[in-house]
């Protein structure tokens, strides 16, 4: 009965085009008119310049501690994937539904909006959260704010459940991110006199030579319950020049590092920053004087670290009929909930292995299983 509504639900949620780079406001709004008919209010958390949107909605008694169902609204782009089906239309097939975001979570939210009914009937002890974000795929933007308004205007949850897909497993710890962008400024001239100018292109590939040395040394440090078991490193796009007899001026390049949750965070930006100051930079000013390497954050998402309640981790074990925790190496908002000492585990229909590819899937034994285990869950809410 209830997958029906989960399936029903779903195909609304993928219809809207929720990928980063686009206003989720459609989307949030339709969740809030859907709360609406069930007599749920729910808070809407907007971004600066009002594009996008979280929602923060609270079913049952708002005074005592509950458990929240948290997970992002945004999804990756399709630009350059090959896909069979419209990525924003449901499609079934072989016990499959197909489309962007199925995995990569609006089953999740899917799962948890065809509970509310239910929800709603219950005589509910502990209340839900529901904490749905903006930009988690850009560097979890939206996030902070939501957990903000979570932890300030409520009292503190037990638990925090991210949906982000684990094949509903058990996850209790996650590598934390950092992204950059870094920008070069060189001296424009002429190809036919490359000791004229000077040349960001050259300094951008120094830069990511380094990086890599640094990865290499990072392989060394390893955490085996991690797969792979040490910090990655990785350069996601790089721009730079105009054409091929100018000598480039610019040079941008995206990177990231993954690194383990008992890490600093700074480890490898503090590395990557001496070498700029102490090494690169100042060779690149012997040439020209007003050559500059700048070094944004863009991206900062704090690692998941198994220092959890542990009662509250068997609770959800329990529930999930799981008696394993695993670990991920991707990362979720979870730290950032986690950082305001509530407890948050990560368990989510699906699986990572189709996210962000073309012809994202979940099997449909998946919205079953997450919905088996809201039942459970509920339960667990019934009681004092
Ligand atoms: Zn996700």
Redesign the pocket.
Known sequence: MESTNSKIILEKLINFNSTSSESNLDLILFIQSYLESYKIKSEIIFNEEKTKANLHAIIGPSEKPGVVLSG?TDVVPVDGQKWDTDPFKLSEKANKLFGRGTA??KSFLAVALAMVPVMVKKNLKKPIHLAFSYD??VGCLGAPSLVDHISKYSIKPLVVIVG?PTNMEIVNSHKGVMGFMTSLTGLEGHSSAPEKGLNTIIYASKLINFINTLYEEEKLNKNPIFDPPYTTIHIGTIQGGSALNIIPKKCSFVWEYRYLPDQESNNIIDKFNSYVTETLLPEMKVVYKDANISTRQIAHVPPLKSSNDTEIENLIMKLAKSNTVKTVSYGTEGGIFQKKDIPTIVCGPGSIDQ?HKANEFIKITEIEKCEKFLIQLLGFLEQD
């Open positions: 992002h990569d979570m988690e795929e982000e996210a």
